[in-house]
């Protein structure tokens, strides 16, 4: 309606303006009215004047309204009362565009510090900033650890740490690195955790901020403690009875023999059993203190793994050879699933066989007193990891208690009689090196212990 009326205006002031420019020539043409026609001149300039000033009225309001939607000035507002009809529409447009603006701009603001107070809640510090390091994002966590009232741009970290600075521009998307600095006569050992994400055309890093330097020095003591705890056990237990034993002998010595001697009687051979027994018992255990010993210094001192491509097909058909005589004088059914021909690990092939002998071991002794022992080696690609080999090993043993579970890799701890201790502790030690990693899930009837390795392909079963 407001359009149409702006278009009837225009056409009845290029209609008026058309009339009065054929009255000026009629009059120039016809008559000597000069006076006359020099106010059908003025008459005509004024005319024209008021059409451009008509048609441009609407180009000065767009461009009004566009200027302050540019600067986000959205408080603008245009009155509709007392204006041509013409406009009234075209205003009302403009307030109805502001107003929805003003709501997005005011929701945006709502969502920022609704993100902005879920940010300052959570216990990690986090940093945000574009690939100029300017700061977007960063919460008091991170202000208080790098001891920083403000942060605007990453460049100021350089005076508190250039090796910061240097990983917080270099760390890829879903990387994380350790970072050590010196804040305040205080050692932080940061572990940065990033992401990032293309916004409004910007390429924005997330970084996570941790110091986990307590946690690790926590978890640096237990370890130590359980250490400490193990080799004072197994010290007291060897050095207890020797030390009792010595005293027996000692005093077997002095009062039987060194009397008897002295008088120049003969000794009893019960007594000289006595002692050649106390002997032979502190013999033991020192021999068995010393083989406790070797293997604590075997623990500590696991080579480098030499990683070189391996036939899994091959390394496993060695291990199976290997045992296969063993579990049938054991009659433990033996079973074995291998990959393809041409399935390759990068690993040390003597490190790995070893890890697979030692839990294939386990499982023979733990299923020994099932109804029908059974060990099974699976080797296959777990669903949605293809660039990784799984190989299961699985007994039909009683299972792991639940309060063993937990301990079971910790070095020297054994529920076995004969046992050292040390064989899943190195185990463990050797996916490590792999770049693997070691896993086991138990319940009554079922334990499988899991290796994960890199590249993998179809099993086929192994005849026997």
Sequence with gaps: MG????????????????????????????TDWYVTALCLFLLVLFQLYDLVHFVERTNRDISSFLQAMRHSDFTQRFATEGVNPSYQELYQSFNDISEAFSRVKTEKQAHYHYLQAIVEQVGVG??????????????????????????????SLERLSPDLVQ????????????VTLQVNEEELLLNLSATELLSQGKQIKIVTLQNIKSELEEQELQTWQKVIRVLTHE????????????STVNNLLEEEVIAKLAKGESIEEEVLEDMQAGLRTIEKRSAGMLHFVK????????????????????????????????????????????PDEKTEVLADAEQLEQVLINLIKNGMEACQ??????????????????????IDVTDNGPGIPDEVLDKIFIPFYTTKKQGSGIGLSLSKQIMRQHGGSIRVHTQPGLTTFSLSLKRVNER???DH
């Excluded at 002031?13 to 009065?20: K, N």
């Excluded at 990983?167 to 350790?178: N, T, V, Y």
Aim: aromatic share 6%; net charge positive; charged share 20%.
């Design 3 to 30: 359009y149409s009326g702006f278009r009837v205006r225009l056409l009845l002031r290029l209609f008026l303006l058309v009339c009065i420019v054929l009255l000026l020539m009629l009059v120039l043409y016809r």
């Design 369 to 390: 007193n099932a109804h029908a022992p059974c060990v099974e080696v699976v080797a296959f690609v777990p669903e949605g990891e293809r660039e990784r080999l799984r």
């Design 126 to 155: 986090i940093l945000s900033f574009d690939e100029e390091g300017e700061v977007q994002l960063v919460n008091n966590v991170t202000k208080s650890l790098l001891r920083v009232p403000h942060l605007l741009h990453i460049d």
């Design 295 to 338: 293997n604590y210094r075997r623990l500590m001192r696991l080579p480098s793994s030499e990683l070189r491509p391996v036939k899994v097909v091959d390394m496993m058909r060695s291990v199976h050879t290997l045992l296969q005589h063993q579990m049938e004088e054991q009659h433990v059914n033996f079973k074995m699933y291998l």
């Design 460 to 462: 086929v079963l192994l």
């Design 167 to 178: 990983a917080l521009f270099g760390i890829g998307h879903e990387e994380k690195r350790l």
């Design 235 to 246: 010290i007291m237990n060897s050095i207890t009875p020797v030390v009792s034993l010595t």
